[in-house]
Nanobody, 123 residues
Framework: QVQLVESGGGLVQAGASLRLSCAASTRTFSNYAMGWFRQAPGKEREFVAAISRFASSSYYADSVKGRFTISRDSAKNTVFLQMSNLKPDDTAVYFC????????????????WGQGTQVTVSS
């Protein structure tokens, strides 16, 4: 069992930056592709970003390309989402995911999900 714990969310003004962190409780961190989804009230869960097991590839939703960067630190068993130029439409609960492949993560078929961290962007 892999547990994922997100942190770093908060309330910020439009144009600000935040870095989300996701700590994975596993000693086989490199076995998993990692990713982030988000869900705003009244909307469906939305793919945000994903990164392959060894960080050779990364993927982003069109809505966040150029603003968000996903990365991972194998020594810390942690995946990050650096968010810049935040917009009110970025307001959502952000969920960390872990899956067997980047494709499965991107498709929302990840094996493990965190509890989420709230990001609120005011206008």
């Amino acid at each position: 069992q892999v547990q994922l714990v997100e942190s770093g969310g908060g309330l910020v003004q439009a144009g600000a930056s935040l870095r989300l962190s996701c700590a994975a409780s596993t000693r086989t961190f490199s076995n998993y592709a990692m990713g982030w989804f988000r869900q705003a009230p009244g909307k469906e869960r939305e793919f945000v970003a994903a990164i392959s097991r060894f960080a050779s590839s990364s993927y982003y939703a069109d809505s966040v390309k150029g603003r968000f960067t996903i990365s991972r630190d194998s020594a810390k068993n942690t995946v990050f989402l650096q968010m810049s130029n935040l917009k009110p439409d970025d307001t959502a609960v952000y969920f960390c995911t872990a899956g067997e492949t980047s494709t499965r993560v991107r498709n929302g078929e990840a094996s493990y999900w965190g509890q989420g961290t709230q990001v609120t962007v005011s206008s």
